[in-house]
């Protein structure tokens, strides 16, 4: 008798476990993804303006701050909100590097969707679009050449003359290969299991697979301008960016993705 009782408690606390985690890791509808880097001045306040509008569009949702390399105290602003909100999660990475930090936030989403959003966005209501666009896509690109591009003319041309290689280079012929994007969670993990690469690159190795696996790919409009001083359009990091930008189109190109 003392044995039976002990088996179904043991089965019983089992199952009880099993319950626990699916109820934990399962059943979120979205998942966004948010890389940071030394983003303390405005990461607060960003934060709450997205929490308070995500929780209008669904109730299962989690969000994904990636800190990555930050030298101020945005780890700790972000370990605060996560002690503050049971739907945030928070990873730290060593590396400043914005692709490393969107494939990561990717791998371990739990959402039925994700989108990898910036902390320093001004058009929430891109969220919405994407979202709904998402549920008959598998892939949703928010164009700033669909919207509207207020940033500095020198962060406009580097994105035009970037769409233009792209195009030559793999034939993709999105309006806009950079940015925010929107995903089929599932599908895109099974993209990306393979992908290294930096600064902003990740979106155009998605894309490139994407593309060889036949996947549904749509685009809705962005709004976006500047809050504060783009790290990646600064004069000096140019010859930088257009360098290791060149080397990953080869890459892709040679491996005929």
């Not at 044995?3 to 966004?32: D, M, Q, W």
């Not at 990475?93 to 936030?105: F, K």
């Not at 696996?213 to 001083?229: G, N």
Request: hydrophobic residues 40%; glycine residues 4%.
């Amino acid at each position: 008798m003392d044995v039976a009782r002990i088996f179904i408690y043991k089965s019983v606390k089992a199952l009880t476990k099993c319950a626990e985690y699916v109820a934990e890791n399962e059943g979120y509808t979205l998942s966004i993804i948010v890389p940071i880097h030394n983003e303390e001045k405005i990461l607060e306040r960003q934060a709450l303006r997205l929490i308070d509008y995500i929780q209008n569009m669904t109730e299962r949702f989690e969000i994904l701050f990636v800190e990555n390399g930050s030298t101020d105290k945005t780890f700790q602003v972000a370990r605060e909100l996560q002690k503050r909100f049971s739907f945030i999660r928070l990873i730290r990475l060593n590396q400043a590097d914005y692709s490393t930090a969107v494939i990561e936030g990717l791998k371990r989403a739990r959402g039925e969707y994700s989108i990898v959003f910036g902390i320093d966005f001004v058009d929430l209501e891109v969220l919405k679009r994407c979202f709904h666009k998402l549920k008959y896509s598998d892939i949703v690109i928010c164009s700033k050449n669909l919207g509207f591009d207020g940033r500095p003319f020198l962060n406009r041309l580097a994105n035009r003359i970037y769409n233009i290689v792209t195009r030559i280079f793999l034939g993709l012929r999105h309006s806009d290969v950079e940015g925010y994007h929107g995903y089929n969670t599932k599908k895109v993990q099974a993209l990306i299991s393979d992908v290294k690469t930096r600064a902003h690159l990740c979106n155009v190795w998605i894309l490139a697979k994407a593309r060889k696996m036949r996947l549904k790919v749509s685009e809705v409009p962005l709004e976006v301008y500047e809050i504060r001083k783009s790290r990646f359009m600064r004069f000096a990091r140019l010859p930088y960016l257009a360098v290791i930008s060149l080397i990953e189109l080869i890459k892709i190109k040679t491996k005929r993705l």
